[in-house]
């Protein structure tokens, strides 16, 4: 029996080790934070700079060539990003250029802003709903589900009409299906289960 080959990564997939290497990294790097400082505005920084080096033609590739030593490419870095960071992220970018990690910025990226909700008790709720919510129903079911989770929801709202009424919430992996057309459908189970 043959062995499938090896296909490249999908897009937008990252790499488990990448992911959890970037955990680390940015774990640490929510551990060395002042008090003080604004840990939201650092993780818009970061998603930013990452975001610049997947659209800018070349940069992936440089920031994923091993070659050099280490303090030749931390001297780049600091030139060509220095000047537009803060402090905390230059010495981010110069600690992952000496231990030739600069092509996980992505994954630390990703993985700051996930460490940085756990630390604040806040979690990811996906609502969809036939029409889209006022603001007082999503400040209505923020607090709602604020106080059933016991953590702060951050929503993301989305809208399909074919819901007719009521709302699909999914929290994880878990979904609360409240809608008129998740209604008819369990309906529609029970009868044809009866026959």
Request: net charge negative.
């Amino acid at each position: 029996m043959t062995r499938p080959t090896p296909t490249a990564e999908l897009p937008g997939v990252m790499d488990p080790q990448a992911l959890t290497l970037g955990r680390a990294y940015a774990s640490a790097l929510l551990d060395a934070l002042p008090a003080d400082a604004d840990a939201a505005v650092l993780g818009e920084e970061l998603t930013e700079l990452a975001n610049l080096t997947r659209s800018t033609a070349g940069c992936g590739e440089f920031l994923a060539d091993p070659a050099g030593r280490s303090s030749d490419r931390r001297a780049m870095v600091e030139r060509i990003f220095g000047p537009f960071v803060s402090g905390h992220v230059a010495a981010l970018l110069g600690v992952l250029a000496n231990n030739h990690r600069l092509d996980i910025l992505p994954a630390v990226a990703e993985q700051y802003g996930k460490v940085l909700d756990q630390r604040m008790n806040r979690i990811d709720v996906s609502v969809c709903s036939a029409l889209p919510l006022t603001d007082k129903q999503a400040e209505t079911l923020t607090a709602a589900l604020a106080e059933k989770l016991g953590a702060t929801p951050k929503l993301t709202q989305t809208v399909d009409p074919q819901l007719v009424g009521g709302l699909r919430i999914q929290v994880g992996d878990k979904v609360y299906d409240a809608s008129v057309a998740g209604a008819l459908q369990r309906f529609r189970a029970k009868m044809e289960y009866k026959e």
